[in-house]
Antibody
């Protein structure tokens, strides 16, 4: 069974760093793209970026380029989304999701990680 | 950045047919990139409903159908049911291979 299991909710202060994770199982982790999607409270879905764990090829939305870093450790089938300096506006639910071939759509999703940034 | 525009809301009585439009441009949908549709029930992660413009993943009822023409796409729900009340999003890519989601549509079953 394909599963994407994300790390737990986080509460951080502005200016702090953070790395959240997404562990894949039940499939060949290195053969599928993993994307990250932001959903701010009460708002729609936003495509942040995507990584191919097989060779670490990474693409970012222009809106998120330079704001976050996407990485993956294929030895433990885990993708990451990280911030070096959080802002209150980063408060959101973050989902990881699998895309078989880039542009083919996200067929499996993680349960989401709620990130709250507040002083 | 490119935008995929959807109506904020649509509604229908049980059993009726509703459609949701997704309007893009020549740099995304019109450039030939496929459109995918997701259903998000309250408090849950999105679920893939339609991929590759018109294909249903296993387990998705055939009441849901998708189509694409030019710079737009549509999702149709026939025989609307109470459990279809949710938010729906289209998704595609642009010419820089950056993904795009639509603005989202809330479906209300009257």
């Amino acid at each position: 069974e394909v599963q994407l299991v994300q790390s737990g909710a986080e509460v951080k202060k502005p200016g702090e760093s953070l790395k959240i994770s997404c562990k894949g199982s039940g499939y060949s982790f290195t053969s599928y793209w993993i994307g990250w999607v932001r959903q701010m409270p009460g708002k729609g879905l936003e495509w942040m970026g995507i990584i191919y764990p097989g060779d670490s090829d990474t693409r970012y939305s222009p809106s998120f380029q330079g704001q976050v870093t996407i990485s993956a450790d294929k030895s433990i089938s885990t993708a990451y989304l990280q911030w070096s300096s959080l802002k209150a506006s980063d408060t959101a639910m973050y989902y990881c999701a699998r895309d078989p071939k880039l542009t083919t759509g996200f067929d499996y999703w993680g349960q989401g990680t709620l990130v709250t940034v507040s002083s | 950045q490119s935008v995929l525009t959807q109506p904020p809301s649509v509604s229908g009585a049980p059993g009726q047919r509703v459609t949701i439009s997704c309007t893009g441009s020549s740099s995304n949908i019109g450039a030939g990139y496929d459109v995918h549709w997701y259903q998000q029930l309250p408090g849950t992660a999105p679920k893939l409903l339609i991929y590759g413009n018109s294909n249903r993943p296993s387990g998705v009822p055939d009441r849901f159908s998708g189509s694409k023409s030019g710079t737009s796409a549509s999702l149709a729900i026939t025989g609307l049911q109470a459990e279809d009340e949710a938010d729906y999003y289209c998704q595609s890519y642009d010419s820089s291979l950056s993904g795009l989601f639509g603005t989202g549509t809330k479906v209300t079953v009257l």
